[in-house]
């Protein structure tokens, strides 16, 4: 049985699009194509993280709520395997080593790793000092994005500062907000007093560059077509690996 997209109410948090690790729904509006939406595979209420393809690019969500079942086994079987993330907002900071490592054995794949400065959001957690004592408990990921990897979801007002300061401190997916990338400067460390301002284009590009992965998030009321330019660009080192 398939249903059209009228007959299923499906919403979904982008990962990245919010606060905290509070969780607030957004509904995916029906611009986004067909093929691009999360594909429910659970009954209502159950929270489901899914990774779809656009061209070969990567789209990743979890699923919030899902009114009817799908069954479609075309999609179904074209779905890559869902990636845990868990964030670590949710951990004992009396004993953050420990608890990385133990979520990971305990089957997790990635770590999200919830960065806030308190200008681009109200809420402060940590920064890369603490990315780097968390680092030497979970082993490094053997291959790009592989279990291991620590998604660091920044939600700074100065994204391309504070890239290699996150590199040295063991990041490996750098995921910032399209809406920090087009109203912050170029500047690539702390220090830097450039005020040319940058692009999420550039940020790709210099990401990259490092030798790290990148990833795009935005806001809820970010309309999702603002990435459709950036996901089909014709260089490969300005398209994010995770949006």
């Not at 869902?82 to 990635?110: E, H, R, V, Y």
């Amino acid at each position: 049985m398939t249903m059209s997209d009228h007959d299923c109410c499906c919403w979904a948090k982008f990962v990245g699009a919010e606060v905290g690790h509070s969780s607030r729904e957004t509904a995916l509006p029906c611009s986004v194509p067909r093929k691009l939406r999360p594909i429910p595979v659970t009954s209502a209420g159950h929270h489901g993280q899914r990774t779809v393809n656009h061209k070969g690019k990567h789209i990743q969500a979890t699923t919030i709520f899902v009114q009817h079942l799908i069954v479609d086994p075309a999609a179904l079987e074209m779905a890559p395997p869902a990636i845990i993330a868990p964030s670590i907002l949710s951990a004992d900071f009396g004993a953050l080593g420990k608890a990385c490592s133990d979520t990971i054995s305990q089957g997790a794949d990635w770590l999200h790793v919830d960065i806030m400065d308190g200008h681009f959001v109200p809420n402060m957690t940590f920064g890369a000092p603490v990315v780097t004592m968390i680092r030497p408990h979970v082993s490094k990921p053997s291959s790009a994005l592989a279990k291991g990897t620590f998604d660091c979801h920044m939600m700074i007002a100065e994204p391309q500062r504070w890239v290699q300061e996150f590199k040295n401190a063991g990041c490996d997916l750098y995921c910032f907000h399209y809406e920090a990338a087009t109203n912050s400067t170029a500047a690539k460390t702390p220090s830097d007093q450039e005020e040319r301002k940058t692009s999420p284009k550039e940020l790709i590009r210099y990401v990259h560059s490092l030798g790290l992965r990148a990833g795009i998030a935005i806001k809820p009321k970010t309309p999702v077509d603002v990435l459709w330019e950036i996901l089909d660009a014709q260089d490969k080192e300005e398209v994010p690996d995770v949006s």
